[in-house]
């Protein structure tokens, strides 16, 4: 599994090098820079831990502008932004944008340091789950056509009896078929086959 890094995009000196110090004290890794160009060469799509961005940053790209070459990279990184007073509503539009969270400063080092192990835990989380998904789809990729079409149906909720009405085979090469699926995807049970389709295509049937 990667490792987490925490990465630190601020322009105060004094502040980077304490919050270094804070979060190194806890043990996490950490990255520092002084500036959002500074930051620049080091967007991936595969990166995995957390952002923690000042918000405002004079002189150069601002944390929101970051923010926003962060996703058009396809990175998933979360964010949470870092914000002196008045800068809320630059904070709020941030999250309406998929930023994690925001702290005010002065902030609790306790208050900053729930959020950051928060933040990683479902990052950990999120990045199990699109390992997950990546998996189903490679294993759908693997079934023939017919295969996908008695998924499709199962999916629908419809009997062996049923399918071999809509296909025009018999129920039993519908066991064949259903037998193949459950092997091929991986599944234990017709619940688990069920769910993690839908979770992968968005279907939604409540």
């Known amino acids: 599994m990667p490792e987490q890094i925490i990465y630190l995009v601020d322009d105060d000196e004094a502040l980077r090098d304490s919050l270094i110090w804070l979060?190194?004290?806890q043990g996490f890794k950490v990255k520092g820079y002084p500036s959002a160009e500074a930051f620049l060469p080091e967007i991936?799509?595969?990166m995995t831990g957390c952002l923690l961005l000042d918000v405002r940053m004079p002189g150069g790209m601002s944390g929101l502008e970051?923010?926003?070459r962060l996703r058009a990279s396809f990175c998933t990184l979360p964010v949470i932004?870092?914000?002196g007073h008045g800068d809320v509503p630059m904070a709020v539009s941030a999250l309406?944008?998929?930023?994690?969270?925001?702290?005010?400063k002065p902030f609790n080092d306790e208050a900053l340091l729930r959020q950051v192990r928060q933040c990683l835990a479902q990052e950990e989380e999120n990045r199990a789950r699109r390992r997950q998904d990546a998996e189903v789809s490679r294993r759908l990729g693997q079934l023939t056509q017919r295969e996908r079409e008695v998924l499709d149906l199962i999916i629908l909720g419809k009997l062996n009896k049923q399918i071999a009405d809509v296909l025009g085979i018999s129920i039993k090469t519908v066991e064949v078929h259903r037998a193949r699926v459950m092997e091929k995807m991986g599944a234990q049970s017709l619940a688990e086959l069920?769910?993690?389709v839908m979770a992968i295509e968005g279907v939604n049937r409540g």
Not at 96 to 104: T, Y
């Open 194 to 196: 069920v769910q993690s």
């Open 44 to 46: 991936r799509p595969d």
């Open 81 to 83: 932004f870092i914000t």
């Open 96 to 104: 309406k944008k998929g930023a994690v969270d925001f702290i005010e």
């Open 66 to 68: 970051l923010h926003d």
């Open 23 to 25: 979060l190194e004290s």
